[in-house]
């Protein structure tokens, strides 16, 4: 059955997206599970990620990425396994499995262990040569102070080494980087990361509700959002639409509504 039409909506851009992407954070979903949520929500997933190490011990990630690409989605692998693989002097073994496995994209990141921003940047080269680059900035500590001061500079680094979009740390609880611990948006950082990239090369990690309402409040309906929770992907597709109370004026006025944290 097509899709309803009655309602007058924002404009929503159609895959396959340049912006308003919706990046979904996999933590460990079965192929089934993984088979239900595209049934109703491909149209609106654009990047899978597969969060840590969970395709590393999942024996059926070549299906599961296998049946991403047929539903149109790009499958990406979490920075923390290629994080602990480059620890390990073993990154290039690692990205010479995510090629077997199929994946389209990867993302690179150094918010685990210890990586020089020199050596970040020449992981980025090396991935891009074979997979679309998102390079994540940010730690996965509480309490990074610095973040509008250094998060620019590594944004513009990581693009200029082959990245294609930039990801803001926020992990799966929502209150590191670019939240404080309270979950609450850091409106300096965002600000800082848009300034240094651009909106559209920027993908936000908001995994909670009221963050995602912030960014689409903020934004529009197209920004880029991520980590959101496999299992909520239609109900972040509303907030950006305005089908629910948190933006419903998005979809009243047509406009930005640019409202302070």
């Given at each position: ?89 073993l990154a290039e073994e690692c990205l010479d499995w995510a090629l077997r496995v199929g994946f389209p994209c ?21 991935a891009s040569a074979d997979f679309t680059v998102l390079a994540e900035v940010g730690t996965k500590a509480p ?42 948006v850091r409106p300096d950082v965002v600000e800082a990361v848009v300034v240094a990239a651009g909106v559209d ?61």
């Open positions: 059955m097509p899709p309803p039409e009655f309602l007058d909506l924002p404009p929503r851009s159609a895959k396959p997206r340049r912006v308003g992407l919706t990046h979904v954070l996999d933590q460990g979903a079965g192929l089934g599970a993984t088979a239900d949520v595209l049934g109703s929500g491909a149209g609106h997933i654009d990047i899978w990620k597969v969060g840590w190490g969970t395709g590393y011990v999942d024996p059926t990630i070549a299906d599961k990425v296998a049946l991403l690409r047929e539903r149109g989605v790009d499958a990406c692998l979490g920075g923390t396994l290629l994080e602990i693989a480059w620890s390990q002097g990867v993302e690179v990141s150094r918010g685990t262990v210890e990586m020089p921003l020199d050596a970040k940047r020449e992981l980025i080269r090396r309490g990074e102070r610095l973040a509008s001061r250094n998060w620019p500079a590594e944004c513009i680094s990581d693009l200029e080494a082959g990245a294609h979009l930039v990801v803001t740390e926020g992990r799966q609880s929502g209150t590191v980087g670019t939240f404080d611990e309270a979950g609450r090369r920027v993908v936000f990690e908001a995994p909670r509700t009221a963050q995602q309402a912030w960014f689409v409040r903020h934004f529009g309906p197209d920004v880029n959002l991520g980590n959101v929770a496999h299992d909520e992907v239609l109900a972040v597709e509303t907030l950006r639409l305005g089908l629910r109370s948190d933006t419903a004026l998005v979809a009243r006025c047509g406009q930005r509504d640019a409202e302070p944290a």
